[in-house]
């Protein structure tokens, strides 16, 4: 091509070419970075919230320097074992949801990040060795008198044996998380905690709640420990009797200082609106503190769960699509409506309390609740209220059966034989053709979880029968994989009332027929 040209212009290219293939070949071959690069590239990794320790996918930087991590109120080198557990501390005075706090954290960990959680209760330590020791319920206060030495040595007896348990749990696995649910109240008290867990190498998290509002706490009381114990008949002695445990403990009550210990791991929430977050870091310990923020409040809820009235699918026993109604399933939306007035928009006494109502985004589910009155109201806050006002989520919509959507099983079996062969080997991690797997309905429900942890009114949630089972599962603190066979049935309304010891669960048939099949007993 530079046959005719000017000698000049052909040199000039001539360089231009060669400094092109020279610097292609530097970066071709450019040296590794060195390790101070490569540990900035790996802290700006972790500052975007990727927990090495949690994914395993990714080993991090091969010649990387293992940095120092603050676990508890001691420093420790962390390298890449991926071995490291998380332990919960509870701190603060009783009947202020310390159990149901760390019940909802344990099972939201375990259920939506698969992690092996166990709650170590104190209480029902102490419960136990005051049986063996015959005491008396109205005698009970005295142990946690400060000035009752006995009463003390045996209270640290029951804390070193939960203790000791929960060490034995840390040491048996790996990325486990254990919870101390204890008072805590004092420093000498936390120090221990620390020491006992030193040999673990656990990242040690204290969780301190406050609640100012004594006014809810003898509500509460009644509502966890004495249902409990089945002492209903002694609800007001019983009551009193806790009071007065409350005041021993508040006797030397040592809130959290963070400017005295400055190298705690602290999340502390004072009335469920006020949160500090001190030395926080990893994957889990930030999912933690997220889950906290909203599940915190003493005020309990109850959780409606229905599948929506049957559909045109389910008549042909086909999954999937978005069908109109059959006239059973508008007599079940009539019904709905009706439930709705009488029972989830009343409290005990009658009076109109505000509720929620949540649906999926397909046509079944709205629906199915299109007869529910939406009055608008003046609560006794003074706010103003749109009873059952409806909330759409894309998060309830059902599994999606991609290639398989609108077939019947029997359909799938024949078209699809490896596919159907593949499901019912694993239910729970198969994902159809182009379509999800319940794994993938977990992962997009745990925004819905944290909302409903949030809520403190009734809600109704109306949506299908693979989304309902992850959420009565979740709830009941069921697996993952015995969620993937619950039957939920079509025309019941599943009433969940969760407590700090476990979930309630009441079924009201509104149209008390039997049910016909529907074709989705395998969905």
Known sequence: PFRHADPIICLAASALLFLFFVRRRKRHDSKPSSPVDVVKGWASREAS?????????????????????????????NGLSGRRSLVLV????????????????????????????????????????????????????HFFDPLNHTGARVLFEVNQQAMSDLV???????????????????????????????????????????????????????????????????????????????????????????????????ISIRNANHVTIHNIEGYLAT???????????????????????????????????????????????????????????????????????????????????????????????????????????????EIYAGLCDGMTYEEIEKFFPLEAEARKKDKLGYRYPRGESYLDVIQRLEPCIQDIERLKEPLLICSHQGVLRMILAFYMGMSREAATRLDIKQNVVYKLTPSPYGCHVEQFDLLQVEPQPDGQEHM
Request: aromatic share 8%; proline share 4%.
């Open 287 to 397: 999912k933690v503190v997220q889950l906290m923020m909203n599940a915190c409040h003493l005020t309990r809820k109850s959780i409606y769960l229905t599948r929506h009235g049957q559909s045109v699918y389910n008549q042909s026993k086909r999954i999937g699509g978005d069908p109109e109604l059959t006239e059973s399933g508008e007599k079940f939306a009539k019904a709905l409506a009706q439930f709705c007035h009488d029972v989830i928009c009343r409290d005990a006494n009658g009076n109109q309390v505000p509720a929620r109502l949540w649906t999926s985004t397909l046509k079944r589910t709205k629906l199915s609740t299109r007869h529910i009155a939406h009055p608008t109201f003046i609560t006794t806050k003074g706010d103003e209220w749109t009873q059952m006002d409806s909330r759409e989520w894309h998060n309830l919509d």
């Open 90 to 141: 509870m701190v603060g005075l009783p009947g202020r949801g310390k159990s149901q706090s760390a019940f909802s954290v344990a099972r939201y960990l375990e259920f939506f990040h698969g992690t092996q959680a166990k709650i170590f209760n104190v209480s029902e330590y102490r419960r136990k060795k005051f049986r063996e020791m015959n005491i008396p319920n109205d005698q009970i206060h």
């Open 49 to 77: 919230g990727f927990d090495d320790e949690i994914h395993e996918g990714w080993a991090g930087p091969q010649n990387a320097i293992p940095h120092p991590v603050k676990s508890g109120s001691h420093m420790r080198l």
């Open 168 to 266: 034995k749990f840390i040491n048996e696995g790996v990325k486990r998380v254990a919870v101390f649910d204890a008072p805590n109240v004092t420093r000498r008290r936390r120090n221990w905690v620390i020491q006992s867990l030193e040999p673990t190498q656990a990242q040690v998290v204290f969780v301190e709640l406050i609640h100012d509002n004594t006014i809810l706490i003898p509500e509460h009381i009644a509502q966890s420990e004495i249902q409990m114990l089945n002492l209903e008949d002694q609800k007001e002695t019983m009551t009193e009797l806790y009071k007065k445990r409350i005041r021993h403990y508040q006797s030397v009550y040592e809130p959290i200082n963070i400017h005295v210990d400055p190298d705690l791991s602290v």
